[in-house]
């Protein structure tokens, strides 16, 4: 952990709007606090859309603007498959996030539950693990924190192996309005309620999660990682 109060924070997702929809309003209040945000998105996250309205240009100009309307710095956008991580040699992956860790030496890194239906965040959140593993050859000691994404979390099954146990929150009622400001940069990824990505099911997860820890809302995570050296 470095001495000074500023820290290195870093996001990293498998698809644009993850970032937003997730630990969104938690990333503002860390550019808000000083501290320098990077995030690193897996893949455009467009090939696999049912609709075909594949729009790599404008997915990737949604991720910018948001990263600029937030203060938010977008480190590196991959080009690996949407919803085929699985193809892609894990190894590869894993060397890939080595080489960003040890250029930033993040304070904290955000990133998937390994629980969420996608498979994608699946493979993310276990990529993270094992390029930061304990040994790893950095002697990196980053708190790692993994968050739930609406859609893709409260979507799986409510049994052991995929329950998402929040054991850490962060009060986001007065970053709420500058949240959903932000969020406008993917409204095209929003629909009306009950769709879990409409303003409505968001603002009902975070007065949910703000409720379990006495705020008026929150965004909730899970410390899997926290050493004190």
Not at 148 to 157: A, F, G, K, L, V
Request: hydrophobic letters at 35%; glycine letters at 4%; one cysteine or more.
């Amino acid at each position: 952990m470095k001495n000074n109060t500023k820290k290195s924070i870093l996001c990293i997702v498998a698809h644009p709007d993850d970032e937003a929809l997730g630990p969104g309003g938690t990333l503002i209040k860390h550019v808000m606090r000083g501290d320098k945000v990077n995030i690193v998105i897996l893949s455009i996250g467009e090939e696999s859309k049912l609709n075909k309205d594949i729009n790599t240009s404008r997915r990737i100009k949604n991720a910018e603007d948001w990263s600029k309307i937030t203060g938010c710095n977008i480190y590196k956008f991959f080009s690996f498959p949407d919803q085929q991580l699985d193809t892609v040699p894990k190894l590869k992956i894993i060397q890939k996030l080595e080489k960003i860790f040890q250029v930033l030496v993040p304070d904290i890194v955000y990133t998937h539950h390994d629980g969420d239906l996608n498979h994608d965040h699946q493979i993310v959140n276990h990529a993270v693990l094992t390029a930061l593993r304990p040994m790893n050859p950095y002697g990196l000691r980053s708190e790692i924190r993994t968050f739930e994404t609406i859609s893709s979390t409260e979507q799986s099954p409510y049994t052991e192996r995929y329950i998402f146990k929040p054991n850490f929150y962060v009060n986001i009622n007065e970053i709420w309005k500058s949240k959903i400001k932000a969020l406008n940069a993917y409204k095209s990824e929003l629909k009306p309620y009950p769709y879990p990505r409409s303003i409505k099911s968001l603002e009902a997860l975070a007065i949910k999660r703000g409720s379990e820890s006495g705020f008026k809302k929150a965004e909730a995570f899970h410390i899997i990682k926290k050493v004190w050296q």
